[in-house]
């Protein structure tokens, strides 16, 4: 016969330890699921490293530019001190030529009080008197002047050169801080890409090949290559199809946006300018739906990006430190429009 006696109850020391080890199962579970993300996957990451790659793209151009602008005032500064070194000879000259004046009244007579003031040791406090000049002969007054003259013109030069220069600091400051500002999302990139298996990478590459021969296919089927200096210039750049993107580089191996667009019109003898905002403003602006081959097409509201148009709606860019020189679809960057050079 069936027992019909209740089970025995736990206690309720049990109950706890039982309540507080499960407590600290779902605990342990829950952290687990915390600390243990899961792994961003292939697309995920090319989407982030392509944005990092835009990020870098803009303080590229803005390195670009204060490059330039360093270049600039070196020239300048270079070209103010050889006028303030040739304006000092001439000055010594000046000089030379009024002590031989001096040396002549000397010997026959006797040297003339307020010419021997002007060249004491202190020539330019005499100068601000002007009322002793009058003491002076014709020919001496006109040397005098000179002297004065020649004094003032390199003062301002002087001054002009020292402006120059506090503003090339300026400039070389701007560009540490642009390069760290680049290398820093470049690393960020890197770290990420990193993160991908070595198939991961692999596919990656072998999309970026494939999509840009595509692209270079479809360039090609228009059958239009361009005529006269723009023409030349997008026969230049496709000589260098799969060259690596570097940012600040020019060619002739490694190029960014701008500098891969500067060197292909410099092939076709056309100088332009080297970022992508004053290659903007270069030549006749035209609508997307007007390009030539070889016509430059300019990308995001901010115009950070620059190619040149390969025809059926293909250009051909330094594109990032991925993908390097490649054709690519303009609809893929927000194009602006285009400028004929």
């Known amino acids: 016969m069936a027992s019909h006696r209740r089970p025995k109850q736990p206690n309720r020391a049990r109950v706890t330890v039982l309540t507080a080890t499960a407590a600290a199962a779902v605990a342990l579970s829950s952290h687990s699921a915390v600390a243990a993300p899961a792994k961003p996957g292939k697309d995920e990451v090319k989407a982030k490293v392509d944005a990092l790659y835009e990020e870098a793209e803009k303080a590229t151009e803005k390195f670009n530019g204060a490059k330039e602008q360093q270049e600039k005032l070196e020239k300048e500064i270079g070209r103010l001190q050889d006028q303030v070194a040739r304006g000092q000879g001439d000055l010594n000259e000046l000089r ?14 006797g040297i003339d009080q307020s010419l021997a003031l ?4 202190d020539p ?11 003491q002076l002969s014709g020919q001496q ?5 000179k002297i004065q003259t020649k004094q003032r013109a390199l003062a301002q030069q002087r001054q002009e ?8 600091d300026a400039t070389r400051k701007e560009l540490g801080e642009k390069k760290a500002a680049i290398q820093t999302k470049l690393g960020e990139a890197q770290r990420l890409l990193n993160s991908l298996t070595a198939q991961e990478r692999s596919q990656l590459q072998d999309e970026e090949e494939r999509a840009s021969r595509d692209a270079g296919d479809r360039a090609g089927l228009g059958g239009a290559t361009g005529s006269g200096r723009a023409g030349a210039a997008l026969a230049a750049a496709k000589t ?3 060259s690596a993107y570097i940012s600040g580089a020019e060619g002739p191996t490694a190029f960014d946006c701008s500098g891969l667009t500067q060197w292909a019109y410099k092939q076709a003898g056309v100088g332009i300018s080297r970022t992508t905002w004053t290659q903007a403003k270069e030549g006749t602006r035209i609508p997307l739906s007007q390009l030539q081959p070889g016509d430059l097409v300019f990308f995001y509201d901010d115009l950070h990006h620059v190619g040149l148009y390969a025809g059926n709606g293909m250009t051909l860019h330094a594109s990032n430190p991925r993908g390097g020189v490649k054709y690519e ?3 893929y960057m927000d194009p602006q429009f285009g400028v004929r050079i």
């Open 161 to 168: 050169a020292a402006a120059k220069l506090k503003d090339l």
């Open 141 to 145: 007054l006109e040397a005098v002047q």
């Open 118 to 121: 002007f060249l004491s040791s």
């Open 240 to 242: 260098k199809l799969g």
């Open 329 to 331: 679809k303009i609809s």
């Open 96 to 109: 030379r030529t009024l002590g031989s004046m001096a040396s002549a009244q000397y010997r026959t007579g």
């Open 124 to 134: 330019e406090d005499y100068l601000d008197k002007a009322a002793t000049l009058d």
